[in-house]
């Protein structure tokens, strides 16, 4: 027993496997760059999931092209694979509303979102996109990649300039599958 407790231990102490430059959707003229995965969530939280990422048991990488497009991906592992599935839906029902919650918040602005459905990793993934815009700036486009394995979820958020029509969804949805089978180290 105190060698499957120790095990655990450190399980939990490790971070999850995380997504290298090469996993993210290819960007036309620049190259991927990745930073350190790092224990805690990141200073701002992604676009849409403010406040729904819990700090105990979370990681997260930044990267970044030369040029409009940037990535994060935050991993959390939870108490147990029950309340990984309850993280796990609370982060697509945020991000399902994300359109709507931020257009009450803007009024003069212009969202919307997609669904563009799930994913055959692990004990699943779904695949969401995002589009803002406000007169007098430039639109944005997010792409969201929500998966889990086991107590393990991880979240990948893509964004640039840009509509949904400019975003590499089927490019992202390999990338989520890849964060997601990644999960165990």
């Excluded at 450190?10 to 959707?25: K, N, R, T």
């Excluded at 997260?60 to 030369?66: A, I, M």
């Excluded at 359109?99 to 003069?108: I, V």
């Excluded at 958020?157 to 990338?175: I, N």
């Amino acid at each position: 027993m105190l060698h499957g407790l120790a095990a655990a231990v450190a399980l939990a102490l490790a971070a999850p496997g995380f997504l290298g430059a090469a996993d993210l959707p290819p960007h036309p003229t620049s190259p991927w760059h990745a930073g350190k995965v790092t224990k805690g969530l990141p200073e701002t939280a992604p676009f849409c999931l403010d406040g729904a990422l819990p700090a105990a048991g979370s990681w997260h990488r930044h990267f970044g092209t030369d040029l409009d497009t940037a990535a994060v991906q935050v991993s959390v592992r939870a108490s147990s694979d029950a309340a990984a599935a309850r993280l796990a839906r609370g982060l697509e029902r945020q991000v399902a509303a994300c359109a709507a919650d931020w257009l009450r918040e803007h009024p003069d602005g212009r969202a919307q979102s997609r669904d563009y459905g799930t994913l055959p990793a692990e004990e699943g993934a779904h695949v969401y996109g995002v589009h803002t815009s406000i007169p007098d700036s430039e639109p944005g486009v997010h792409l969201f990649g929500i998966g889990r394995d086991g107590s393990t979820v991880t979240v990948v958020q893509w964004g640039r300039m840009g509509d949904l029509s400019d975003a590499p969804v089927p490019a992202f949805k390999r990338t989520t599958t890849t964060a997601v089978n990644r999960l165990d180290p």
